[in-house]
């Protein structure tokens, strides 16, 4: 002890040098990850944007009034353009035809906004988002396959304040094309995908149920099975070892808001859990993630609670899901 003290005493300056060294350079990574995501997001839309062409009748902008969607003659269009759609649904939110226009969401819209019924549609959608009739304007963003993205931005009756707008609200809108018509996700809701694919390694399966995407976060649900002989914690409530997701440039994308953020997530021998997790994945058309990572699985829990110095605890395992 008394030799360690004189070597510090006599490296002082030189141990604390080293230490802020090592702490900068932690801190310049994560700032340089941090940076690199938001370029690489702010980049992704400004390709999306230069890509916006016209398609089914409707233009990549278009302003629509009131003088266009108060006529009984809207109700009366066919879902087959994205224009007559969107006049369709507005219409019956302004008039508060609130059944007609819950019947125009998507299904997976009404299951992961939990929009049980039309009732509750109405007073955690309509009533907040239709307060006074509303116009808009609708902005191409993305399109995948049978999925168009667009910017709304909604604006109050116009005449009846005076010329002034009442409000101006975006979010996102994404049009479902199914059988030759289109149905809406509202919300900034954009798509789910199902994947419904299980990955086998070793002693554990993981399976990616869906994947919710929402314009700022996405969802996935992730089924996970013990099969080893032994009490195992996919992940343990340490600030490096949560789950995330990452793309072929090796941006990460935290979990968020999560059950496995808040205690450890411990499976039994040949114990199966399914969980849903948030990670803080911005919507992009052409910047996917393709990767679930749980860096760091201890396959024996019980000798791990009886180790002292855990954070040096090796019985690990990592696993990387490619399901991109």
Known sequence: ??????????????????????????????????????????????????????????????????????????????????????????????????????????????????????????????????????????????????????????????????????????????????????????NNYIYCENKNTRYVFDDIDVKIGKINRYSKYEEMTIEIKNNSQKTIAVTTNDAGNRVYLTNTKGAIYSSINSVLDEQDLILNVGETKEITVKFNKLYSAANKADKLIFPKIILDYEDYLSTHNRTAYSNTTTITVQYN
């Open 1 to 186: 002890m008394n030799n360690f003290m004189r070597f510090f005493n006599k490296n002082q300056k030189n141990i604390f040098l080293a230490t802020a060294v090592v702490i900068f350079v932690i801190l310049i990574i994560v700032i340089l990850n941090q940076y690199y995501i938001s370029q690489e997001e702010n980049n992704q839309k400004i390709a999306q944007d230069k890509q916006l062409t016209t398609e089914n009748g409707y233009s990549n902008q278009e302003n629509v009034t009131l003088d266009n969607i108060e006529t009984e003659s809207v109700k009366k269009l066919n879902n087959n353009t994205i224009e007559n759609t969107m006049k369709k649904f507005v219409s019956y939110c302004n008039s508060g035809d609130y059944v007609q226009a819950y019947n125009m969401l998507t299904d997976d819209c009404k299951e992961a906004l939990k929009y049980n019924d039309a009732k509750t549609f109405k007073e955690y959608y309509i009533d907040l988002r239709f307060p006074e009739k509303q116009e808009y304007s609708l902005s191409k963003w993305a399109v995948e396959g049978d999925n168009a993205v667009y910017l709304v931005t909604f604006n109050g009756d116009l005449l009846a304040t005076g010329g002034e707008k009442y409000s101006s609200n975006e979010e996102y809108y994404t049009f479902v094309k199914k059988d030759n018509e289109y149905k809406i996700n509202v």
